[in-house]
């Protein structure tokens, strides 16, 4: 197979466990495609924290033997590289969690998905940069687009990783806005499932009411794959919601009749560039014969403070050893989260959390008259720089309550970077939510019949 084949194969993950499980590649000659990708853009884009080749190597020909002996795939990832962002354990990769503070860590097992993603035969291929703790202060990354300029954070190498075909497929974690932006700016597929669907047991906490895990790769097929296979109902899963765990790929699959959309300006409209506003407002116009709006209700306004209430009082309890060994190793940004989050009192926090539960019941209204929302996925275009990972606010609303996002790669800036095109879902709409994002993302849609 040439190397043009095996680059198809290196940004499609489903072509590429299809083609492994027909024996018309080996996870081998994939893996090693993708390390020498990683060789020959590494320098330049700094995606990955810690990568092992033969280690890599080993677990690709580890799956080549065992297809040949067992005359069938491990699961459906069988062979396939994944990126695991620097926080989730592994037991056979240092996990730093960006930080000097966690220098040389080595956990003792793997995360569960991580688990989940060996079982379904998965190649790890290595850890991926995150911002510092997973918070704001940037790593090393640089969007592939364009160097200048940030990927986003905290899932910078993910996102970046994904972006570069230095791998098909890759996780992240989310917080506020740290899958869907950094996705967004890169211009790949990002996708948080519904709160709690995938279980964050080895992951490094930051929030334990707002971190997120979700995943990266360059079609809503791939990245429904990725997803539907780490999540688990599993009893030691703490966060697992009492919900039905969604069929991701056949909801793929399902009919769709032209979905009930509406564009939502949101509170936080006017944050986005005015470019990014003209853009999408135009764009809206051209969806099943131009989107109408959907009014939000006025206690959304309070999500942002909401979030930040909430997200720095459990970052300073969660974050407290960190602060209590290393405070003068911890970047300003941090220590300034950490200090006010240390200031919040019980009744605030209790406010804020009453506050998020009365927020997702006024969005549940909105739902009932649509299958889904339209928003941008950031303020603009990836910002020039790598001091910051740019604004999380246009994903605060939605992470705040847990719901499912997906960002796509539609639309474009006028210095032609990527702009995520954000659609948002009721929870427990997973399934539903990728199949609109397919729909959006088919240039046939507008042929369809409308409702």
């Known amino acids: 197979m040439s190397d043009g084949q095996i680059d198809a194969f290196s940004r499609n993950a489903q072509g590429a466990a299809q083609a492994i499980r027909e024996r018309r590649i080996t996870s081998e000659a994939l893996t090693e495609f993708c390390l020498e990708r990683i060789r020959q853009s590494e320098s ?67 995360a569960l998905v991580v688990s989940l993603l060996r079982d379904a035969g998965a190649v790890i291929l290595g850890k991926t940069v995150t911002t510092e703790l997973a918070t704001y202060a940037p790593g090393p990354t640089a969007n592939p687009r364009d160097g200048a300029r940030t990927p986003g954070g905290s899932s910078s190498g993910s996102a970046a990783a994904v972006a570069a075909a230095m791998v098909p497929l890759a996780l992240g974690t989310q917080t506020n806005g740290s899958v869907i932006r950094p996705a967004a700016y890169c211009g790949v597929v990002g996708f948080k499932p519904t709160r709690g669907t995938i279980a964050r047991n080895g992951v490094l906490m930051q929030s334990a009411t707002l971190d997120q895990v979700g995943v990266f790769a360059n079609s809503v097929a791939d990245a429904a794959l990725l997803a539907k296979h780490i999540m688990s109902a599993d009893a030691g899963h703490g966060d697992a919601p009492p919900l039905a765990y969604p069929d991701l790929l056949g909801g793929l699959q399902a009919p769709l009749p032209t979905p009930r959309l509406a564009f939502a300006r949101s509170p936080v409209w006017e944050e986005a560039e005015p470019a990014t506003r003209d853009i999408f407002l135009q764009w809206a116009k051209t969806v099943v014969g131009g989107l109408p709006s959907a009014e939000l209700p006025q206690i959304c306004d309070t999500a942002v403070v909401c979030h930040r209430t909430i997200g720095e009082a459990e970052l300073a309890k969660a974050y407290e050893s960190y602060y209590s060994r ?73 992470t705040l309550c847990g719901l499912p996002c997906v960002t796509l790669p539609l639309l474009s800036g006028p210095a032609g970077m990527p702009l995520g095109v954000q659609v948002v879902g009721p929870v427990g709409s997973d399934a539903r939510l990728l199949r609109i994002a397919q729909w959006l993302m088919d240039p046939s849609r507008s042929e369809q019949e409308p409702r």
């Open 44 to 110: 330049q884009v700094n995606a990955w924290a810690h990568i092992d080749p033969e280690l890599a190597r080993r677990q690709a020909r580890a799956a080549d033997e065992a297809l040949q002996r067992m005359g069938r795939p491990r699961g459906p990832l069988h062979g396939v590289p994944v990126g695991l962002k620097d926080i989730f354990d592994t037991a056979d990769l240092p996990t730093e969690n960006g930080t000097v503070l966690d220098a040389g860590r080595r956990p003792p097992k793997d």
């Open 326 to 398: 290393g405070k003068g190793r911890l970047s300003p940004q941090l220590r300034g989260m950490i200090e006010r989050g240390q200031k919040v009192s019980d009744s605030t926090y209790g406010d804020a959390l009453a506050g998020m539960a009365a927020i997702g019941e006024a969005l549940s209204q909105v739902f009932s008259r649509h299958d889904a929302l339209i928003t941008p996925a950031t303020t603009g275009e990836a910002p020039v720089g790598l001091a910051s990972t740019g604004s999380p606010i246009f994903c605060t609303l939605w």
